[in-house]
């Protein structure tokens, strides 16, 4: 029988805003081509895609307090390509309408889309978009090369030896012929197959209902570590949070409307820019971040969230796998100065992260899946804890990443959304400034969301304060 994947703690907050609030938090990969590339080559990085981890579905546990599991879908979207051309201007326009309004659902399908269009200067826009719930952006970029170079591989692809149609398809017989064969078992001996069937449906039971009875010790025992956890905290150098009190994100953005912007630079000038201020790649990303939120009047004093990803080498079941740091900016830091401040307290954050200090809220994670969303909604909304900068670095990625059949892909853009804000609600998705970052290649691409509509309250806002503060560190860019 097949391994059974569930939902994980790193799961649950995608699953929590969903069921709470009806949303879907969904990433996007951007590949921006000089020429369109060939349909056959489209349609068959889409049919890998079918076999890739992002080709899954979830399925609800049938006890109480079992997590809810993952199972490798049957069915796939059909690749999506415009008749007509967009002008180069409409880019964003039409890439930033594909993400909020992608038709994406985690249990009933599909949980992926792959759409492109064809630019009048001749080029070719491509978006894949997938929910979070399903894989975090390392998980998604590293599915989407492994199509593009044709080994996509998802281990709950596996057909579990107590699925006849499965046995069927595994004996060396197509996905087609599989279901036939099926159909004619079926009919030759229905209770055959109900019976096995009735015997499936008890076997998952009692599974659950064992999974159900391991999350609750497991919340248990989370609950012990908190307390640990935060007893530690108190003692620690971890960072206070020293903000000033500001307005709700719902009344600093009333709109619930984001506005974007992408830059790429080449990884060479990057870096060389950064070692001349005594920082870093990710250093640099952050001060750019903060001095163009700051630039905007938001505040001085801001919290730095720097997603981490933990995933082990050999996991490559789960869909989310990231952890998170704080760093606190009080400081002044100005285009130009000097990083090597910022470098060290972000260098003492990952150290702590690495020796297992985590936040107390995190260990409380099985906790939040038993109780009622209600009460986890109240809890999560009280506080004011949210950063105001998110600087997520997805990693780097070959040349592999941008080559789509005979064309290779200028720059890869990568970022994420949630659909379903509702403006009428309290509730925001986001706040300040998140970034996602990727590196193809030579070239080095982030994508900029700004959310707070009081500070950031034209379109352009954000592009204008962006590029004043790269022009300040001397940088030279590409916005797209």
Known sequence: MAAVARMQPEDTTYWLVREAFGWSVVLQILWRFPAAPERADLEAFAERLRHSVLNRRLVRARTPFARHRWEHADFAPELLVDEGTIPVDDIESWSGTELHSSPLDPEHGPAWRLRGTP??????????????????????VTAATAALTGTPSDPLARPPIHDPSSRVAADGLGPRAARRAVRRLSD????ILATRGATRRLGDIALDAA???GQVATAGLGIGRAAMAFTRHRGSRAPVDERPAKPQAHVRSPLARNSWATVSVEVAHWESVARQHGGTTNTLFIAVLAGALRASGYGTALKIGIPVSRRAEDDDAGGNATAGVSVQLIDELIPGGDLGPLRRQCKEAFTRLSAGERAPHVHLLPLVALLPTVLV???ATAGSGMPDVVASNLGDFGDELRCLGGVSA????FRGIAQGVDPAEPYRFGDGVQSWAIRTG???TFSVAAFDEQHFPHPDDLRKLLAAELDGWGVEHRMW
Request: aromatic fraction near 6%; hydrophobic fraction near 50%; charge should be negative.
């Open 188 to 191: 030759s001996a229905p209770g």
């Open 442 to 444: 030579d070239t080095w």
């Open 410 to 413: 200028t720059a890869v853009a």
């Open 119 to 140: 630019i009048t200067d001749g080029g070719f826009v491509l978006s894949l978009t997938a929910l979070h719930l399903i894989a975090d952006g390392r998980t998604m």
């Open 377 to 379: 909604v109240r809890a």
């Open 211 to 213: 999974d159900g009875v």
